[in-house]
């Protein structure tokens, strides 16, 4: 157990609709990181923050957002959903910006139909 | 449990073997490099990582070799064993957040 927990565990929707994972970090880790393992894309960073504030983007869309709260809680919107964004979705933490091996989560599976 | 991915190399070895998985990197410029492994309905779960000034790195039955002159990583698992069986991914860093992943490898150990 990394101490990084996400919810939910599984989560069907439709396409065209919204949904929010939420991802609580290590305690004392104040950086969040998100990525989207598909299939046919492997590992794919999505974005990171820091103590609240956005760090880093990588191949997020538009149509995602993120956000991380004062109690650094994160939560990541995903909206306009379709068939391919289907994935498991993973949240990192790590004690500060400069951590280049964050600690895992269990991940959110995200099935759209 | 959730698959990874169902087009992942394959290596199959028996229980007690050693195991060598192999990752190709791409950035020449990347300094640091890690080893994940993920079981069946997890997350990655960091094992060994070794720094781009170092060409070996040992840890509790688990060697990472880094040969730069070709871009090639490897992991060897000593005696390995049925919990071993999991998709190890390797992965580069050139600094700072952006972590590339590789495709992954599945480890399948036969008792």
Known sequence: DSGVTQTPKHLITATGQRVTLRCSPRSGDLSVYWYQQSLDQGLQFLIQYYNGEERAKGNILERFSAQQFP???????????????????????????????PAFGPGTRLTVT | GESVGLHLPTLSVQEGDNSIINCAYSNSASDYFIWYKQESGKGPQFIIDIRSNMDKRQGQRVTVLLNKTVKHLSLQIAATQPGDSAVYFCAENTGGFKTIFGAGTRLFVKA
């Open chain 1, 71 to 101: 109690d650094l809680h994160s939560e990541l919107n995903l909206s306009s959903l379709e068939l391919g964004d289907s994935a498991l979705y993973f949240c990192a933490s790590s004690v500060d910006h400069l951590d280049r091996s």
